[in-house]
């Protein structure tokens, strides 16, 4: 029988290291094209999250291809931080 409150086989997590910007770890996700394109003519969403402080950006693109330099642009503003 499993005791819930028996937590000792979990570690214990004192010191959760801080992340250099060199080390900046985020996740992308790009949605589209989109049925209906935006007033703007964009029909991509491009969703980028920074997993230590959880900072979002989201830029609408009116072609896939400016995935890349949206990439550079949110990488040199950590790296600047």
Do not use: C
């Not at 214990?12 to 003519?41: C, F, H, L, N």
């Amino acid at each position: 029988m499993l005791n819930w409150e028996d937590t000792s086989d979990i570690p214990k997590q004192d010191y959760i290291p801080q992340q250099s910007a060199r080390e900046v770890a985020i996740t992308t996700y790009v949605m589209g094209p989109m049925r209906t394109v935006s007033k703007g003519g964009t029909r991509y969403v491009l969703t980028l999250v920074q997993y230590h402080s959880r900072y979002v950006v989201v830029h609408f693109l009116k072609k896939n291809s400016d995935v890349i330099t949206i990439l550079i642009k949110f990488k040199t503003l950590f790296e600047n931080r």
